[in-house]
């Protein structure tokens, strides 16, 4: 068995072609069909079933966990090749989607410049979902990100930094200025501002919706946590945000979703446990691994 048949194997079964998986890794059909058969070969079992050239490609049960581990060992491959081609780099890649960084980046940048090693940092701003991928994928060494659930996983070291309640915010002039509480079912017939769909705060208000049996009637879509704040204190609809990113305002009214409708969000902090640090690397990794320790 050997990394280019899973490869071939891995693409044909995502593609269902065999002319794709060719054209994809630039050689001949007969080539992607020899590297079926070896690996049919080494597991005695066909892997897979074709009834004709145009039909689906059936995979047997010992093909179907020949594709699951084959992917996840090839990613691995994939992350060692890069630690290793990469182990003299004096840099940490860091992902952190816009809540999350705008709490914590400036402070970790503060102990990374004290520790005199503030140029080791190689961050890029995403969508929590799409830094934990990268940290999945092996793009990114470390993910800081909020969601709905604890993530815990054996694969990462992961902490929480934060656990936030998600609440209604409206304009100091909004009708619901005095309100303290409200259920999901008297957000119906409201204007609101939001973020894109995959945010956090969208997919909590969507499910905000669902409890209360309507669609949110999203009158702008914000392209930063920011922008939609400053429109609620503008008294331009309502928002449904994190209690954490509203701690520098005093020009929002907070109303509490009722007991039993209330979701949270949980700010964490992850690596990678197949990442090895290099001498380079080592400082700052074990600030970010103490980073807001208690």
């Known amino acids: 068995m050997n990394e280019k048949d899973l490869l071939y194997f891995c693409k044909l079964v995502e593609t269902n072609s065999y002319t794709e998986t060719a054209k994809k890794f630039d050689v001949t059909q007969p080539t992607i069909s020899m590297a079926i058969k070896r690996l049919a070969g080494e597991f005695n079992d066909p892997l897979l079933t074709q009834n004709n050239r145009k039909s689906r490609i059936k995979l047997t049960a010992t093909g179907e966990l020949l594709y699951k581990k084959a992917i996840f060992l090839l990613k691995e491959i994939e992350s060692i090749s890069y630690d290793v081609k990469h182990a003299s780099d004096k840099k940490i890649r860091l992902a952190f989607s816009g809540e999350a960084g705008s ?3 400036p402070e970790i940048i503060q102990e990374f410049y004290q520790a005199g090693i503030a140029s080791m940092l190689q961050t890029r701003l995403e969508r929590s979902a799409d830094a934990f991928t990268s940290l999945t994928n092996g793009d990114v060494d470390v993910a800081i990100y909020s969601w709905m659930v604890s993530i815990n996983d054996p694969d990462y070291f992961i902490r929480n930094l934060e656990k936030t309640e998600l609440v ?25 501002v939001a973020r894109k769909q995959g945010f956090l705060t969208r997919e909590c208000l969507d499910q905000e919706a669902r409890l209360g049996s309507f669609s949110p009637k999203i009158i702008y879509t914000a392209d930063t946590m920011r922008m939609m704040i400053d429109l609620v204190e503008r008294n331009i609809g309502i928002a449904l945000a994190m209690e954490s990113s509203i701690r520098e305002t005093d020009k929002v009214h907070i109303i509490r979703l009722q007991s039993g409708q209330k979701l949270w969000a ?3 902090i992850a690596m990678r446990k197949s990442f090895i640090p290099n001498t380079y690397q080592k400082r700052g990794i074990n600030i970010l691994r103490h980073f807001h320790e208690k």
């Open 103 to 105: 709490i914590y980046i």
């Open 168 to 192: 209604i915010i409206t304009g100091l002039n909004d009708p619901w200025k005095n309100k303290k509480t409200i259920s999901a079912f008297e957000l119906k017939n409201r204007n609101f």
């Open 266 to 268: 949980y700010m964490q």
